[in-house]
C-alpha cells in the first residue's frame, strides 16, 4: 500500500502561481514514479506530470509544459512530489490528484495503481 496526502490548492488569480504537495509513504513510495493528474467538472481524468524515483527525469502534457514544474525529495520510505504551478489559468481550474505505481503508460490514469483524496484548484479571471 502506498497513502498519498495531497496539499496546497486555492483560489488563485489568472496568471498566479500554486505550489502544491504531496506526502507518499509506504510500500515502496521513495523507488516509485510518481504523478499529479487533474479532472475539472464534467471532463475525465487527465495526465499533468510525472517523476522517476530519482527525479531524473521528468514528463508533463503539453498543456502545462513551460508553466509547471515536477520535483521531488525522498527519504527513506516515503517521498516529497511537489508541483509548482505559474502563470495559471482559467483553464487549469480543476481536483488534481497525486498518483504512484505506475504500470505502464504515465500517462493512462489507468496505469496507476494509487490515489490522493485531491486537492481543489481554482483559477479566476
Known amino acids: 500500500q502506498v497513502q498519498l496526502v495531497e496539499s496546497g490548492g486555492g483560489l488563485v488569480q489568472a496568471g498566479g502561481s500554486l505550489r502544491l504537495s504531496c506526502a507518499a509513504s509506504?510500500?515502496?513510495?521513495?523507488?516509485?514514479?510518481l504523478g499529479w493528474f487533474r479532472q475539472a467538472p464534467g471532463k475525465e481524468r487527465e495526465f499533468v506530470a510525472a517523476?522517476?524515483?530519482?527525479?531524473?527525469?521528468?514528463?508533463?502534457a503539453d498543456s502545462v509544459k513551460g508553466r509547471f514544474t515536477i520535483s521531488r525529495d525522498n527519504d527513506n520510505a516515503k517521498s516529497m512530489v511537489y508541483l509548482q504551478m505559474n502563470s495559471l489559468k482559467p483553464e487549469d481550474t480543476a481536483v488534481y490528484y497525486c498518483?504512484?505505481?505506475?504500470?505502464?503508460?504515465?500517462?493512462?490514469?489507468?496505469?496507476?495503481?494509487?490515489w490522493g483524496q485531491g486537492t481543489q484548484v481554482t483559477v479566476s479571471t
Open positions: 498518483a504512484a505505481d505506475p504500470d505502464g503508460s504515465f500517462y493512462r490514469p489507468d496505469d496507476w495503481g494509487f
Open positions: 509506504g510500500r515502496t513510495a521513495s523507488r516509485d514514479p
Open positions: 517523476i522517476t524515483w530519482s527525479g531524473g527525469s521528468t514528463f508533463y
